[in-house]
C-alpha cells in the first residue's frame, strides 16, 4: 500500500512517499498497568477476550490503509479510535495519526477480526518523529463525533498515559528500529461518555509546543448486515 503525505519540519515541507507492506495495530498500549488490568476485566465481563499478552501487536491487512474521507462499514456497531500512526521513510521515522476502526459487535468473538475487518483512515500529513521526540508525552490526541447534529468531543488525551513508539517498535521488532515498509498504529486514550458509533470521525495530533495540528475526517456509510 503506498501512502502520501505532507511531512513538515522547522526546515519546511515536501512530499514524502510510504510503501506499507505490513501493518500492525499495536493494542493495550496503556502506561498504568492497573488501569489496563480494569479495563480487561470490564472488557472480559461483556465477552471481549482478555489478551494473551500486554502489549499485544495485532496484524491488520495493509490494504485497509486509506487516506479517503468516507470508509464504508457492515452493520451499525462499528466505531474510530484515534491513535498516533508511525512509519519509516526514506531512513526516517514519521508520525502521523490513524483511526483504529472497529467492529465492536465483532470484538466480542474475536478482537483480532474486529480489527481486520474494518478499514484503518490515515491523515496525510506528517511530522519527523526526531521533531517531537524530545516532548512526546506533551502531544495530545483528541477526536470528535457527529453526534445528534452537532460535533462532539470523544476523546481527548496526553501521550504520556501510552507507552512512547520506540518502546512499542521495540517489543514487536526486537530494537528500535522500525523496518522500512512496517506501519504501527500505537495505542488510544478512552471514549468520553463510553465507545459508540457515529456518521463521522475526526480525529487530531496537537502539538503544544509548536502550536501546530494533524487531522483528519471522514464518514462511515453502513451497509446493510444482511443473513
Avoid at 14 to 41: C, F, M, P
Avoid at 169 to 195: N, Q, R, Y
Avoid at 212 to 222: A, G, K, M, N, P
Wanted: charged letters at 20%; proline letters at 5%.
Amino acid at each position: 500500500m503506498k501512502l502520501s503525505f505532507k511531512a513538515e519540519s522547522p526546515s519546511g515541507s515536501r512530499t514524502i512517499d510510504a510503501e506499507v507492506s505490513s501493518l500492525v495495530v499495536a493494542g493495550w498500549a496503556g502506561r498504568d498497568q492497573h488501569a489496563i488490568e480494569h479495563h480487561i476485566e470490564e472488557l472480559f465481563a461483556i465477552g471481549v477476550p482478555r489478551p494473551s499478552s500486554v502489549p499485544l501487536y495485532y496484524r491488520v491487512a495493509e490494504n485497509q490503509l486509506t487516506q479517503a474521507s468516507r470508509i464504508q462499514v457492515v452493520g451499525d456497531q462499528t466505531s474510530g479510535e484515534v491513535e498516533t500512526f508511525v512509519f519509516r521513510a526514506g531512513g526516517e521515522l514519521y508520525v502521523s495519526i490513524a483511526s483504529d476502526h472497529t467492529d465492536r459487535k465483532l470484538e466480542t468473538h474475536s478482537v483480532a477480526l474486529s480489527k481486520q475487518v474494518c478499514a484503518k483512515p490515515v491523515a496525510a500529513e506528517a511530522w519527523l518523529y526526531s521533531d517531537v521526540a524530545e516532548y512526546w508525552d506533551e502531544l495530545v490526541i483528541r477526536s470528535y463525533i457527529q453526534e445528534n447534529g452537532e460535533c462532539v468531543l470523544y476523546q481527548e488525551g496526553t501521550l504520556a498515559s501510552l507507552r512512547p513508539p520506540l518502546e512499542l517498535i521495540s517489543g514487536f521488532a526486537g530494537g528500535d528500529t522500525l523496518p522500512e515498509g512496517v506501519a504501527m498504529i500505537c495505542g488510544t486514550v478512552g471514549a468520553k461518555g463510553g465507545i459508540r458509533p457515529a456518521p463521522s470521525f475526526t480525529m487530531e495530533l496537537f502539538d503544544p509546543r509548536r502550536g501546530r495540528t494533524l487531522s483528519h475526517s471522514y464518514d462511515i456509510e453502513v451497509l446493510p448486515e444482511v443473513a
